[in-house]
């Protein structure tokens, strides 16, 4: 092979790639500079061929003019993608961000037309406002069944607790995305629902049946198969009825025989982000890209080193281990996935009012208001949000969360994940009341599972605290933001009568409603009694 063609195959190879990049315009805004690459580095990339970028932090403005800077940097058309499951201003400020799609499996069990309504509602929402900020691929949907509720990774990103919910909303939010014009994505095949570990920091094993497989965790898959998905992301989990040694996204017995060959799968397939310590504690950037491309995997994304990653691939072809032909058809097959989008950017407000009305339709459908009031006094309004949330999207000076009750007397306190301890060390007082002060307490509990925490936010003892509360006669009420899971086990711990509510949203416009039906008048604090069952 000659220099002339080496090069022809370099910048085939590296079309394969989809990077991580800041949604910000210069490097000193970069949220996590140890993922995303510098711009000096990214404009060599692009310049070298790689064919897309994954997005994450900024505004949706800004958003805009990123990737227009990006793109600006390449000789051909990119895919521009990130993972707004939940909106796009679940990643980018300043545009919709919707609750969580496990509050749509929940309103399918009690009126299955509704949610099927606002499932599609939602995917065309979050198309079009993607589409408006210059992306053209959007990350979703989760086809995870969560038939686990100790899922530390999934949780309330998916459709559904059970294969009927999750195949049905999972499709009708697909059509929403094909209405606006973006490609949609079907994740973690075969399925990352039952699991109790998360693949950001280990690799999990999911030892079912290939007959329980079919029966809970590939429904969804197949059920946004036959709606046309575009892609199919990889799952970095083990199952060891189907390949005993590899990770399905590096398997071929998974992404070859099952999903092209069995399901009659045709479109693109991109790895899970294969710097996520599944894969990279295990193989180098290079190995893991091959083994992947391998398998049966078309694109890449976020690996650990782009240009071991490409001189890797490149190695592969070269030498014959893998397959130029393979190689012909994941690049045709990238080409006609953006030849189906529109090239032209829709014009006009990122955020229409008919967005700010499913916004608030949502999170309507998706509240639970319990007992009385919360009487207004010098209390303490205790507030537990999660380090890793978007904080400015969650809690600021003005969000209802904190603005609310302070207007009614409460004295805010705000614990963090990675702040100081709340608890006491007692089993049966786990709560150091004595570091809050005097006063009743409205505690708002933002807990929802999220990736990187290893399921450590689950573990902690909200249950006992409030019946330590309750016990003192010092609770005002409870608030409880994201897993329901947890509202399962709370609302049975407290006594009849007491201020409770729960929202599957943080998001503003949901602390705003919660708190707006807790606070319209007095109400006596709550008093150790009588409880629910």
């Known amino acids: 092979m000659n220099s002339q063609e080496a090069d022809s195959l370099r910048r085939r190879v590296a079309e394969l790639l989809v990077l991580r990049a800041s949604g ?35 505004s949706a403005v800004e958003l805009q003019q990123r990737t227009q800077q990006l793109e600006g940097w390449s000789n051909k058309r990119l895919l521009f993608c990130a993972d707004v499951e939940e909106g796009v201003g679940q990643r980018f400020e300043g545009a919709s961000w919707l609750v969580p799609p496990l509050a749509l499996g929940r309103l399918h069990q009690r009126d299955p037309e509704l949610a099927l309504d606002l499932s599609k509602r939602y995917g065309r929402c979050t198309g079009e406002q993607a589409r408006r900020c210059g992306l053209n691929w959007v990350l979703g949907p989760v086809c995870d069944v969560n038939n686990n509720p100790a899922n530390p990774v999934i949780n309330v990103r998916a459709w ?11 499709v009708a939010f697909l059509r929403g995305l094909k209405q606006a014009g973006v490609l949609g994505c079907a994740k973690h095949f075969p399925g990352h629902g039952d699991t109790t570990s998360d693949s950001h920091l280990d690799l999990p094993v999911l030892p079912h049946s290939r007959e329980r497989l079919e029966h809970i965790e590939l429904p969804p898959f197949q059920a946004a198969i036959a709606a046309d998905v575009d892609s199919v992301m990889t799952a970095h989990l083990v199952l060891p009825e189907l390949d005993p040694q590899q990770p399905a996204t590096l398997s071929k017995a998974v992404l070859t025989d099952l999903l092209r060959r069995q399901m009659g799968f045709n ?24 083994l992947a491309f391998e398998a049966g995997a078309d694109l890449i994304l976020m690996p650990a080193d782009a240009d071991a990653a490409i001189d890797g691939l490149c190695d592969g072809f070269s ?80 969000s209802p969360a904190l603005r609310i009750p302070e207007t009614q007397g409460f004295r805010s306190v705000v ?6 301890s709340p608890w006491s060390g007692q089993p049966d007082a786990p709560l150091a009341m004595d570091r809050l002060g ?96």
């Open 24 to 58: 910000h315009l210069s490097d000193q805004q970069r949220r996590y500079p140890q993922w995303e690459l510098p711009n000096s580095e990214l404009q060599r990339l692009l310049q070298e061929g790689v064919g897309g970028a994954i997005l994450l932090g900024g």
């Open 160 to 170: 559904g607790e059970d294969p009927n919910s999750a195949s049905a909303l999972a």
């Open 267 to 290: 479109g693109l397939v991109v790895t899970d982000a294969l710097v996520m310590e599944a894969i990279s504690a295990r193989h180098g950037a290079a190995e893991a890209a091959v």
């Open 319 to 398: 030498s014959g281990r893998l397959s130029l032909t393979r190689l012909d058809e994941s690049l045709q097959r990238r080409a006609d996935a953006l030849a189906s989008i529109p090239t032209d950017a829709p014009s006009g407000l990122i955020v229409t009012a008919a967005d700010q009305a499913l916004e608030a339709e949502l999170v309507r459908q998706s509240i639970t208001v319990r007992g009385a009031a919360v009487r207004p006094e010098a209390g303490i309004n205790l507030v537990r949000v999660d380090a890793l949330l978007p904080s400015a999207a969650t809690l600021s000076g003005w």
């Open 415 to 420: 614990l963090h994940g990675e702040g100081l």
């Open 438 to 533: 005097e006063g009743s307490v409205l505690l708002q509990l933002f807990l929802r599972g999220n990736p990187f925490r290893a399921g450590r936010d689950a573990q902690e003892p909200w249950a006992a605290a409030i019946q330590q509360m309750v016990a003192l006669n010092r609770l005002a009420g409870v608030v409880l933001y994201g897993s329901p899971y947890l509202w399962d086990t709370v609302q049975h711990v407290l006594p009849n009568g007491c201020p409770l509510a729960y929202s599957a949203g943080q998001m503003q416009e949901a602390q705003f409603q919660v708190l707006t039906a807790l606070f319209p008048k007095a109400a006596p604090p709550c008093k150790s009694g009588a409880f629910t069952d």
